[in-house]
């Protein structure tokens, strides 16, 4: 079959849950326009991957830290609360699959414990897959908790059989035959990372896989950065 798929490269609203959300729905309907069944959006999209994880020095930056992760933790996405239902909502209008990345907090649980989560909406609207990141990468596991491997599944969509690993994810052999093992025809690969060695990497797994691999980075400048950042300039360049 064929199929239309849209990957968005707009920056996130950052740090702001409510308008990054507002900024997906608009990008989905833009697609959506355009004839895309499947609309995918980059690692931690919402409300943005907290880059400053790897610029930030321990012991020195520490109050700096504490208050760019208090910023995240309180813009973070609680599925529990409904706070995807405007993503939701959209997918059901439009009859279209989206693929997003998240920073999540569960409140059915501790209610502090951040995750790198990736949800699949199928066109109904329904959640098909929450799947959080096994092993956070080096210093992001300031930032967020092991994922359990409950998402490591394969969901029938109208695009094909759909699964995902987010980020370097890709390197672990287990993890991609466990979503080998179900017949998947296309892996997403949402991630930070860029550059040679990545798309070496979903070459590898579309061979030995037999299937589609479709990464997606965040498209993002320093500019885009709000300006009330704590430390922007000092951290960002505006161009970079």
Request: hydrophobic share 40%.
């Amino acid at each position: 079959m064929q199929a239309k798929i849209a990957v968005v490269q707009k920056p996130p609203v950052f740090l702001d849950r409510e308008a990054t959300i507002a900024r997906a729905v608009e990008a989905i309907d833009e697609a959506a326009d355009a004839g895309a069944a499947l609309v995918i959006f980059p690692e931690a999209w919402i409300p943005g991957y907290p880059t400053w994880v790897w610029r930030l020095k321990p012991g020195t930056d520490m109050a700096l830290s504490s208050e760019l992760h208090a910023r995240l933790r309180s813009n973070a996405v609680d599925i529990e609360r409904d706070d995807l239902e405007p993503l939701q909502q959209v997918a059901s209008q439009r009859a279209v699959t989206i693929v997003v990345g998240v920073n999540e907090i569960d409140s059915r649980f501790s209610g502090t414990t951040l995750f790198n989560t990736v949800v699949v909406i199928g066109p109904d609207g329904t959640l098909q897959n929450r799947h959080r990141k096994l092993m956070p990468t080096n210093p992001e596991r300031m930032v967020w908790g092991t994922g359990d491997a409950s998402g490591l599944r394969v969901v029938d969509t109208p695009v094909g059989r759909l699964g995902c690993l987010i980020c370097w994810e890709s390197y672990m052999p287990l993890a991609r035959y466990a979503l080998y093992a179900q017949n998947i025809d296309i892996l997403i690969n949402p991630t930070w990372d860029n550059g040679e060695l990545c798309l070496a990497t979903s070459r590898h797994i579309a061979r030995e896989g037999g299937c589609w691999v479709i990464g997606t980075a965040t498209a993002m400048q320093g500019s885009d950065l709000p300006a009330d950042f704590p430390d922007r300039d000092r951290l960002f360049k505006a161009e970079e």
